[in-house]
C-alpha cells in the first residue's frame, strides 16, 4: 500500500532534502516546507534513517480545502483513525492557522480532537479512552484554507543526531550543516578542512557523509512505537543499514579554531559522534594556517559580524579567507556567511552562489572552485 509523506525542510533546503531522497530511490518533489513523497510506510522508516538535511518526517493522512469548522470536523472523522492508532494512544494534537477562513487555532485543535476521539471511541466500540500509552502528535495545519492532516513519525526532530550536548554560541545546526556538505564541491575521497570549526559540525557531518552512516542510525525514532507501522520489517531495516556501512572507512577531515572553548566542544561532539582520534582539530588563528600535502577543499561558516561592532573584524577575516586561499594553490572552497560584502572583502567573485537561510539569517554561500 501507498502512503504520502512529507520530508520537512527549513525554507531554501527543499530541493535538497529532495535530492537525498532521489538518492535513495525515492522518488521526491520539492514543495514548500519539505519534500512530498509516496512510498511504503518502510519507506518512511528508511527516510527517518537515512535524511541528513530534513527536519522531520510526516506521514500525510488528508488535505482538503475547508472553510468551517464542521468541514474540519467530517476531515479529521474521515480519517481510519482505528488503524493508526491504539486503544489507549495518547492524542496530542497541534496545529496553525494561516491565511484562511478558520483563525482560530485552539478551536481546531479541539474540534480535531473531538474528531478523533469520537471516530475511535465508535468504532472500537468503547466509551472511553485512557489516553496512556504512546503518545501520537498528530498535527492540523491550515493554510490558504488548505488543511493537511499529518502524523508525525520522527519524534525528536532530525537534527538531533544524538552527538550535541551543548550548543555553543553559534553553531550550525546539524540539517543546514549537511547541506552544505552537499552543495560543497566536497567528493567522498577529498579532503576537508574547516578553519573555523567551532562546535565541529561541518567536520562531523561530513564524516558522517565521507562513512556513508545513515545519519539517524545511533537515535530513536518516534514510529518505532506505532502499533500500525510494520516492526519486524523495520528491525531488519535498521540491522540492514547497519551492515551497509563500514564506521572505519578511511577519510580526511580536519579543523581548526582560534577559540579554546569552542575546540573543547568540538572534541566532545566527535567523540560523541564516533569519530574521536578520526577527525583532528587544532587551537589555530586562519590567519597563519598553512597546510601541507595534498589540496582538498575548504568548508567554512565564518563569524557573520552581524552586530555593528563585529561588522569590521568579520570584514578583516573575509580578507584572510581571500588570502588563505591564495596560500594553499590547488584548494576549493565554499563559505556560507549573511554578509553582503563579503565578496568585496574576500578580493574576488564567487564562481557559484546560493541563497539560503540560517535561521531566519539571510545567507549567501559562496563557492570558490
Ligand atoms: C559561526 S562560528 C562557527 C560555528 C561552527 N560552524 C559550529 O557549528 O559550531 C565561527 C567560528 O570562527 C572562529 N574564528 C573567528 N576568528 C577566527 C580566526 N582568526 N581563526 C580561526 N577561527 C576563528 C570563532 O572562534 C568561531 O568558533
Redesign the pocket.
Known amino acids: 500500500m501507498s502512503y504520502t509523506f512529507l520530508a520537512t525542510a527549513a525554507f531554501g533546503l527543499e530541493g535538497v532534502a529532495a535530492n537525498e531522497l532521489k538518492r535513495m530511490n525515492i522518488p521526491a518533489r520539492a514543495e514548500n516546507g519539505g519534500a512530498r513523497f509516496e512510498g511504503t510506510l518502510l519507506d518512511g522508516y528508511r527516510a527517518n534513517l537515512c535524511l541528513r538535511t530534513a527536519d522531520r518526517v510526516l506521514l500525510v493522512l488528508a488535505e482538503e480545502k475547508v472553510r468551517t469548522f464542521e468541514e474540519l470536523f467530517q476531515l479529521v472523522s474521515s480519517i481510519a483513525w482505528e488503524k493508526l492508532l491504539t486503544r489507549d494512544a495518547s492524542i496530542h494534537v497541534s496545529g496553525k492557522c494561516v491565511r484562511s477562513q478558520l483563525m482560530s487555532v485552539r478551536d481546531c485543535q479541539s474540534i480535531s480532537k473531538k474528531a478523533i476521539v469520537q471516530r475511535l471511541m465508535q468504532k472500537l466500540r468503547v466509551n472511553r479512552l485512557p489516553e496512556t500509552g504512546v503518545v501520537y502528535p498528530i498535527d492540523i495545519a491550515i493554510v490558504n484554507d488548505l488543511a493537511r492532516i499529518t502524523l508525525d513519525l520522527s519524534g525528536d526532530a532530525l537534527n538531533r543526531r544524538g552527538y550535541r550536548t551543548w550548543n555553543?554560541?553559534?553553531?550550525?545546526r546539524e540539517t543546514l550543516?549537511a547541506a552544505l556538505v552537499d552543495l560543497s564541491p566536497w567528493r567522498k575521497g577529498v579532503r576537508l578542512y574547516?578553519?573555523?570549526?567551532?562546535?565541529?559540525?561541518?567536520l562531523i557531518e561530513t564524516a558522517i557523509k565521507a562513512i556513508s552512516r545513515p545519519a539517524g542510525i545511533r537515535r530513536s525514532f518516534a514510529c518505532e512505537k506505532y502499533a500500525f507501522m510494520p516492526q519486524a520489517e523495520m528491525k531488519a531495516l535498521r540491522a540492514e543499514l547497519t551492515d551497509s556501512y563500514d564506521e572505519q572507512t578511511d577519510f580526511q577531515i580536519a579543523g581548526?579554531?582560534?577559540?579554546p572553548e569552542?575546540l573543547e566542544l568540538s572534541r566532545r561532539h566527535i567523540k560523541q559522534a564516533g569519530f574521536e582520534n578520526r577527525i583532528q582539530v587544532k587551537q589555530?588563528?586562519?590567519?597563519t594556517l598553512q597546510l601541507d600535502g595534498e589540496p582538498g577543499v575548504f568548508l567554512i561558516?565564518?563569524?557573520?559580524g552581524e552586530r555593528l561592532s563585529d561588522q569590521k573584524s568579520a570584514r578583516e577575516?573575509y580578507r584572510?579567507i581571500g588570502l588563505l586561499l591564495k596560500r594553499h594553490p590547488g584548494w576549493k572552497l565554499a563559505v556560507i556567511t549573511a554578509d553582503p560584502a563579503f565578496e568585496r572583502s574576500f578580493g574576488k567573485r564567487a564562481s557559484k552562489k546560493r541563497r539560503l537561510y540560517n535561521g531566519r539569517l539571510e545567507c549567501e554561500f559562496y563557492i570558490y572552485e
Open positions: 555553543g554560541e553559534a553553531p550550525l550543516a574547516d578553519p573555523c570549526c567551532g562546535t565541529g559540525t561541518l581548526s579554531d582560534i577559540n569552542a589555530q588563528d586562519l590567519r561558516n565564518p563569524p557573520y577575516l584572510e
